[in-house]
Nanobody, 125 residues
């Protein structure tokens, strides 16, 4: 079992930056792919970014490419989402999740086995 706890959300003005963190418990973290997802009010949850176990393979949804960076520190059991040039449309609850499979980071939510509780990000215009 893996427990995930997100932090780093908050209120920020458009154009500014935030860094989200996701701390994981459990020895198997270093072998799991990790993903960040978000859900805006009235919308379905969408994939934002994903990273494989080593950090050498990543995936980004088109709307965040060039602005967001996913990374991980396996010595700290933590995955990060650096969000730059934030826009009001980035406002959402952000979730991290873990995928037990080995391979490329999946953009599909159904591949993820463990989920955090989420952290709110609000971007004002």
């Amino acid at each position: 079992q893996v427990q995930l706890v997100e932090s780093g959300g908050g209120l920020v003005q458009a154009g500014n930056s935030l860094r989200l963190s996701c701390a994981a418990s459990g020895r198997m973290f270093t072998s799991y792919a990790m993903g960040w997802f978000r859900q805006a009010p009235g919308k379905e949850r969408e994939t934002v970014a994903a990273i494989n176990w080593s950090g050498k393979s990543t995936y980004y949804t088109d709307s965040v490419k060039g602005r967001f960076t996913i990374s991980r520190d396996n010595t700290k059991n933590t995955v990060y989402l650096q969000m730059n040039l934030l826009k009001p449309e980035d406002t959402a609850v952000y979730y991290c999740a873990a995928d037990r499979r080995v391979g490329v980071p999946s953009p599909f939510q159904y591949d993820y086995d463990y989920w955090g509780q989420g952290t709110q990000v609000t971007v004002s215009s």
